[in-house]
């Protein structure tokens, strides 16, 4: 039996990075078999059927966007494992990596054969490279063990598997930004459709998985779809890997099963708050989604659930905001982000990131005006939806969001010319006291 898709659950082995105790634990035992018996159209109906969903943040079903790619092209296929992992809160894919690279090349080598793909990338983030070393020597022994090459355990299928070190951009993190980076120019979205998956790399059709998404693949193949369906809810089967950050007793990644509360998660799992701090707001999918106020948290982590709360399970990064933090601040905090990120294509992000900046940066300097609340809100709307790519999205659903369970804190900075918690407060009122940047007009 293949591993999985308890894909932690043999995480912590000394020296799973290594083919032989990877091998020990079950790995690759099922890669000939699989090779062998089912056919590519059998390999893309299993996983349909296992309704396995992208772990990247989209969410799309897997074994449908493989059945996108075209049987009948001339052209070269490829896939590209999405090793990007620049949103803020997530960081699960680099653990996998970095413990259990093998998984990874083994979901990929029949993620390939699947498709059809001969060639296979790893995408990986800028500062990653130590994770690159780990998994360029997992190729390596991959390659001597004839799991790689010209004839992928002795099949005849012919697969090749090369890393990438990209340059640190969150905006890569987007598929097709990621091909563009990854063919040697800029680092910016390409207009869809065409989708990768008929035109993407060297235009050529092209899948772009995650790294979850891709380990999950092994287990499915091996075991059959009713038995990955065993975990998680009808329309949002498996597990889901969520990374816990902000003051619980253990952050960390969880591995739990699609549809367990959000609230079970943080008390059962992490252990509850820290001494002295209550929880104020989830945001439980990465800083890109809106956040969930504490009274919403029962809503079982999970696609459905959590978009009929008016979020976003996305990449699963579940970043914990406290009694303590000012939720104007913490906003202002992730808009700097995404209007540094902002790849500076398209008008409604690059110009929409500034200014609800500048917005905010009034707000926390104690000059708001009263009706700066509804400007944001209004600059927000003007972004989603009319950008280019995701990250203009990103960028304006978290102060949307905010602002419809906050709205009273940001009415108290307006009114108080301050926040209305305690810590930082010294820290901003110095901020305040300082010459003003740019003023906003508008």
């Not at 995480?11 to 083919?19: H, K, M, N, S």
């Not at 899948?207 to 779809?225: F, K, Y």
């Not at 989604?289 to 009274?295: E, I, Q, Y």
């Amino acid at each position: 039996m293949s591993r999985g898709p308890l894909l932690f659950k043999d995480i912590d082995t000394p020296g799973l990075a290594g083919l032989e105790v990877y091998r020990g634990l079950g790995g690759y035992e099922a890669l000939a078999e699989v090779l062998a018996k089912m056919s590519p159209d059998d390999c893309i109906e299993v996983v349909k059927a296992s309704g396995l969903r992208g772990r990247g943040g989209a969410g799309f079903p897997t074994g449908l966007k493989w059945s996108f790619v075209p049987k009948d092209t001339p052209k070269p296929k490829y896939l590209v494992c999405n090793a990007d992992e620049s949103e803020p809160g997530t960081f699960k894919d680099r653990e996998l990596i970095e413990k259990d690279p093998h998984l990874l090349i083994e979901g990929m080598i029949l993620a390939a054969r699947a498709i059809g793909a001969n060639v296979g990338y790893v995408y990986l983030r800028g500062e990653f490279a130590w994770i690159q070393r780990i998994l360029d020597r997992a190729i390596a022994e991959a390659y001597e063990a004839g799991l790689l090459g010209p004839s992928v355990a002795g099949t005849g299928f012919r697969l090749d598997l090369y890393t990438h070190l990209g340059a640190g951009a969150y905006i890569c993190g987007e598929e097709t930004a990621l091909l563009s980076s990854l063919e040697g120019y800029r680092g910016q979205p390409r207009l869809k459709p065409p989708f990768p998956a008929v035109e993407g790399l060297y235009r050529c059709p092209t899948i772009v998985n995650n790294v979850e998404t891709l380990m999950n693949v092994p287990g499915i193949l091996a075991n059959g779809a009713a038995w990955y369906r065993q975990w998680g809810t009808e329309k949002s089967p498996g597990t889901k890997i969520f990374s816990v950050s902000g003051p619980v007793r253990r952050p960390g990644n969880y591995e739990l099963p699609l549809g367990v509360p959000l609230s079970t998660l943080l008390n059962e799992h992490c252990g509850g708050m820290r001494d002295g701090f209550k929880v104020k707001a989830v945001i439980p999918g990465g800083s890109s989604v809106p956040p969930l106020p504490a009274s919403l948290l029962d809503t079982p982590l999970d696609f459905e659930s959590l978009n009929a709360a008016g979020t976003y399970l996305g990449s699963g990064g579940v970043i914990v905001i406290d009694d303590r933090t000012c939720i104007v601040d913490a906003l202002w905090n992730i808009t700097r982000f995404y209007r540094h990120e902002s790849c500076g294509k398209c008008t409604p992000c690059r110009e929409g990131t500034y200014w609800m900046a500048e917005v905010f940066e009034r707000l926390e300097r104690g000059r708001g005006r009263s009706s700066d609340i509804d400007l944001l809100d209004e600059v927000a709307d003007n972004i989603l939806g009319k950008s280019f790519c995701p990250l203009g999205d990103g960028a304006a659903m978290p102060v949307m969001g905010a602002i419809r369970h906050f709205r009273e804190e940001f009415e108290y900075h307006v009114t108080h010319r301050r926040c209305r918690v305690n810590r930082r407060r010294e820290e901003l009122d110095a901020l305040r006291s300082a010459p003003s940047a740019v003023e906003v007009t508008a």
